[in-house]
């Protein structure tokens, strides 16, 4: 019987079918290897509204109405208050020896004096430096110093009536909108408390540093602890529909997203604002909603295809 020649047509077309399966077959495996590590990369981020808001960072001081008490003789005086208890009027707050101090004022007790008692005055104020008073109340030795004849050694601070805080920060152009009349809110970083006040005087030092009085009606009792304070002033708050500067995917000019649904990639039109730029994120304006999923790699996908998290 005759044997078929290796080179014979059958044999020709057979060997290329299979060549031809097995290069399918390995591009088959490599797209979809390819297809699965792609959709590893591609991130998608769900649209939600957020508070966005300009924060400044600065320094703040308190300022009361703070009754002195000077010491009648020399020597270690002894606390009958302990700092920051309250006192009524006419109560003993320390001695000297036998002698008793006593107030003719109702209030907060503090032995923490700084020099800054019942300053007022913006002008004077706006020119202190609050860090160096800031770093000095920092590493004041907190154990009780002797008194000295004529020299103040307590205060009663009134605290149920208000007080002014003086807020200093860089003045820029966006500083600069906030005037008298506006109601702000100051994070005390030291204290992890909050206070809102209105602006009520505004000035601006030599060193281009914005120095705003607040009126605070009400604050808690931790406020009073100390004068200086680090401080955040967040301001311009607004609440929008955010999303990533990333996730803009622009075609023939046109500002739009990849979003997802069902797992399915689709291109939409949306109108953005860059008024939050500098915090990473536009502003929709129109073309999506709360929930839906955009694309924040738009160059990892292509319309219509099915992305696999």
């Known amino acids: 019987m005759k044997q078929k020649s290796f080179f014979s047509k059958q044999n020709i077309a057979v060997k290329v079918l299979l060549l031809l399966m097995a290069v399918w077959m390995i591009w088959f495996i490599g797209s979809a290897i390819v297809g699965q590590v792609r959709d590893i990369f591609v991130q998608s981020q769900e649209v939600h509204y957020t508070t966005m808001e300009n924060v400044e960072t600065g320094y703040g001081m308190v300022s009361m109405t703070e009754h002195v008490i000077n010491a009648a003789l020399d020597g270690a005086a002894e606390p009958i208050i302990a700092e920051g208890e309250r006192v009524r009027k006419g109560n003993a707050v320390f001695r000297i020896g036998e002698e008793y101090q006593y107030t003719n004022f109702a209030g907060r007790v503090s032995y923490r004096i700084d020099g800054l008692e019942n300053m007022t005055d913006i002008g004077a104020i706006s020119e202190l430096d609050l860090k160096d008073y800031y770093t000095a109340q920092q590493k004041k030795n907190k154990k009780a ?31 600069a909108e906030l005037g008298i009349g506006q109601t702000v809110k100051v994070n005390l970083l030291d204290i992890e408390e909050s206070l809102k006040g209105q602006i009520v005087e505004v000035l601006v030092n030599e060193d281009d540093i914005r120095c705003m009085k607040l009126e605070v009606d009400m604050a808690n009792a931790g406020v009073y602890q ?20 990333q996730a803009l995917a622009k075609k023939r000019g046109v500002d739009g997203v990849y979003y997802l649904h069902k797992g399915f990639v689709f291109w ?3 109108t953005v604002s860059e008024r939050w730029i500098e915090q990473g994120v536009l502003i929709v304006e129109e073309g999506l909603e709360e929930g839906d999923i955009v694309v924040t790699t738009p160059k990892l996908v292509r319309e219509g295809e099915n992305i696999k998290f």
């Open 226 to 245: 100390q004068r200086i304070y680090q401080i955040e002033l967040p301001y311009n708050s607004e609440r929008v529909l955010a999303i990533p500067k």
């Open 145 to 175: 110093e002797p008194a000295v004849t004529g020299e103040p050694y307590a205060k009663i601070q009134e605290t149920m009536t208000g007080f002014h805080f003086y807020v200093f920060v860089e003045n820029t152009e966006r500083t």
């Open 268 to 270: 939409k039109e949306v």
